[in-house]
């Protein structure tokens, strides 16, 4: 459980440091847009590969 929760913390930090960076050199606001939202559904598929067998489902 604890591995789990160590896991998801690591994730949402390395997602917001991608969101820093898509800030910080991302010129066009379009294409920031768009990879904000890669970055969080990747994160959330990753939060969920690790989340769903605790749960019990695969």
């Not at 930090?13 to 559904?41: E, P, S, T």
Request: with cysteine.
């Amino acid at each position: 459980m604890i591995s789990v929760l160590i896991g998801v913390l690591i994730i949402v930090v390395i997602g917001a440091i991608c969101f820093w960076a898509i800030d910080r050199f991302a010129n066009d606001r379009r294409l920031a847009q768009l990879l904000k939202l890669l970055v969080v559904l990747i994160c959330l598929g990753a939060i969920l590969q690790r989340v769903l067998p605790l749960v019990g489902m695969y």
